[in-house]
C-alpha cells in the first residue's frame, strides 16, 4: 500500500517556467510533509516543509500548497532554472507515531532546458 | 562538522557474502534511519532507531540486520547478499523529525 503518491514521474520545463509536483497522502494522521531535492551521486537534502496548519509555504523560490481536506500538497517552483534540474521527493510523517519515520512518493525527475 | 557519513561508498559482492554498511553521525541525533533506492521505487525504509539500543523494521527489513551499540552510529548488515539486495543504501539521522539529514550514499552489487 502505496501511502503517497507523487506525479509525474519526469517533468521538463522551460527555463523561466514553473515546475508543479503533486503529492496525494492517504494517512490522515501524517502531519508533517517535507520536500527533498537529491542531484545525481548525492544523498537527498531538505529542501521545504509544511505542517497542516497553513496551506501555504514559501522559500525564495519554493512554495508548498497544501489542501487538507483533499489530502493534497504540491511544489511550484517558480522562475525554474537548469540548476533545479534534480530528482524531487515528497515525504510524510505522523509525530504522534514517536519514531518520525518518513514515508516518501516515488519521486519526480525534473529537467529544466534552457 | 562531516554530518552524515557512510562507509564505503561503494561495493561489489557476491552473492552469498556478507557485508556492513557504517553510518556515523556527529549532530548528537537521536533518531537515525536506513533506506534503500531502487529506480522508480523511491525511498523505502529498511530499519530504524529512536535511540541508542533500540532498533525497529520499517518496511523492507528481510534480508538485513541493524544495530545501535553507539548513539552515533547504525549499522546495517547483510548476512547473505542477494541480487535483489543491489541497490543505493542511504542512511538519516534526525533530531526531532523536522527533516532528516542524509549521508551520500552506499552503492551495492550484488552479483
Not at chain 1, 545525481?40 to 481536506?69: Q, Y
Not at chain 2, 531502487?38 to 528481510?62: F, N, W
Request: hydrophobic share 30%; with cysteine; glycine share 10%.
Amino acid at each position: 500500500q502505496q501511502q503517497v503518491k507523487q506525479s509525474p514521474q519526469s517533468l521538463i520545463v522551460q527555463k523561466g517556467g514553473i515546475s508543479i509536483i503533486n503529492c496525494a497522502y492517504e494517512n490522515t494522521a501524517f502531519d508533517y510533509f517535507p520536500w527533498y531535492q537529491q542531484f545525481p551521486g548525492k544523498g537527498p537534502a531538505l529542501l521545504i516543509a509544511i505542517r497542516p496548519d497553513v496551506s501555504e509555504k514559501k522559500e525564495g523560490r519554493f512554495t508548498i500548497s497544501f489542501n487538507k481536506s483533499a489530502k493534497q500538497f504540491s511544489l511550484h517552483i517558480m522562475d525554474s532554472q537548469p540548476g533545479d534540474s534534480a530528482t524531487y521527493f515528497c515525504a510524510a510523517t505522523s509525530s504522534g507515531a514517536g519514531s518520525y519515520q518518513l514515508t516518501f512518493g516515488k519521486g519526480t525527475k525534473l529537467s529544466v532546458i534552457p | 562538522n562531516a554530518g552524515v557519513t557512510q562507509t564505503p561508498k561503494f561495493r561489489v559482492l557476491k552473492t552469498g557474502q556478507s557485508m556492513t554498511l557504517l553510518c556515523a553521525q556527529d549532530m548528537n541525533h537521536e533518531y537515525m534511519y536506513w533506506y534503500r533506492q531502487d529506480p522508480g521505487m523511491g525511498l523505502r525504509l529498511i530499519h530504524y532507531s529512536v535511540g541508542e539500543g533500540t532498533t525497529a523494521k520499517g518496511e523492507v527489513p528481510d534480508g538485513y540486520n541493524v544495530s545501535r551499540l553507539k548513539k552515533q552510529n547504525f549499522l546495517l548488515g547483510l548476512e547473505s547478499a542477494a541480487p535483489s539486495q543491489t541497490s543505493v543504501y542511504f542512511c538519516a539521522s534526525s533530531k526531532t523529525g523536522d527533516g532528516y539529514t542524509f549521508g551520500s550514499g552506499t552503492r551495492l552489487t550484488v552479483v
